[in-house]
């Protein structure tokens, strides 16, 4: 029977429109969706020291539990609950004021004599919670939180923080199974829509080591895209000294005091790459240099024994998932987009003018110049003010095209990164992308 006029070209139009139907549902997945689509589950995955840890202290002359933040690493204006410091921040939340001495040794590590550190007896340390409670756990974020709620994310609804025990090195503590279980239930919850997992500094080599170790065909199910502000992927050269001074203070503002304790191999232990910093000199003392391959012998020589020997158990370069990058080049089961600052003066190691080295039975920093001389001059290259762009630039050797993934943004330093306009906007836009597998490149700059 022939259909003519209007009725025809209303068949016409409709059949179109079940065929587009029936083609968007054969490739099994949705349609492209744009800015009003309900973005794609997103994951931050913290810097050092600005992970909210839940420590637990057990023993004859101690029962209670606390929380704790690094006093350097997490200003005052970030505290949760309003707390005027990272001291009465954990006394508030369990913390007996008359204790508050003995935290350093509590979350110190104990290194033994072949070099694997653990808690010490009678102590536990987790986050405080993961991915349930982004202001409780990472608070230092909120403002970056609050910049991509205003593109559409929900905080703690798929807007996720990944909170870990950084003091341990990746793989020794419970990120990569943290990890698994967040996101397969983000993305179960997300009928399907792969996550994508934003990290900082720290963060981005944990999340680096656990897109490595895990099933490239769970990756590939479960995630999207790893994008990096200011990302750590590699030893960081500037904070070896501080397995050789004094550790961290609950005053945020004392000059001689690390931002971390001197055992927390997770930063001090992980060795330095010359596949990344080359032959530069990153220490002296007197005529004596001192270069990324030399960073064992200047641990011993400064007296931070014990961290030289957990450098043999945590050293990247002793790390397959690490080398299958650094040396050999292998891209990542996940496309990555990367950013980081350039253009300022940044300490890459420290000189000291002629400083007296370990010997004998000196087994601790104490007893070497080093610990001493607590204003040694800066040896200084380029960088983002807290990283050197050697660092930052490391993935240039496992990307798929490093002029497509990696931005360089002139004077933007290392914590400001994260709320940048432009590094959020470049998020924003590969979050968008990625929804249909078309991540849009950044290009060098």
Known sequence: MLISGKWADLRILLALTLI???????????????????????????GLGMSALEVQVRGDQADFDFDFLVPAMN?????????????????ASGLPQAQAKRVRDWISLAIDRNGVASNQPGVSVAPVSVGEDFAAECPRYMAMANQL????????????????DYRHAPGENSFVSDFKSRVQEAVS??????????CHSQGCLMAYQAIRVIDPVWVEANLALLYGFAGQFSGCSDCLRWAFQPGWSWNPDDQGASPVDPSWVGELALGLQPSVYGKAVLYRNGSQAYRASDARTL????????ISR????????RQDWFRRGALDGEPLAVPGRFVFGVDLPTTVGYGYDSVALRTGDCAHPRCAGFWKESDPSAIEADGDGGDSTWMNSAPEA?????????????????????????AIARLVSAARGSLAAAVPCFGQG
Not at 20 to 46: I, N
Not at 149 to 164: I, K, Q, R, T
Not at 310 to 317: M, N, P, Q
Request: glycine share 10%.
């Open 20 to 46: 587009a139907a029936a083609g968007l549902a054969g490739c099994g997945g949705k349609a492209p969706t744009g800015e009003g689509a309900s973005p794609a589950p997103l994951f931050l995955v913290p």
């Open 75 to 91: 200003p005052v204006d970030t505290l949760p609950g309003g707390a005027s410091s990272a001291l009465e921040y954990s006394v």
């Open 149 to 164: 709620a205003a593109e559409g994310w929900s905080v703690d609804s798929n807007l996720f923080c990944l909170p870990f």
């Open 189 to 198: 919850q997300a009928d399907g829509q792969k996550a994508v997992v934003a």
């Open 299 to 306: 641990l011993r020589d400064a007296g931070a024994v014990a």
């Open 310 to 317: 957990a450098t043999r158990v945590y050293a990247l370069e």
């Open 398 to 422: 496992w990307t798929s095209d490093p002029s497509c993934d990696i931005r360089r943004l002139s004077g933007v330093d290392h914590m400001s990164i994260v709320t940048n306009a432009d």
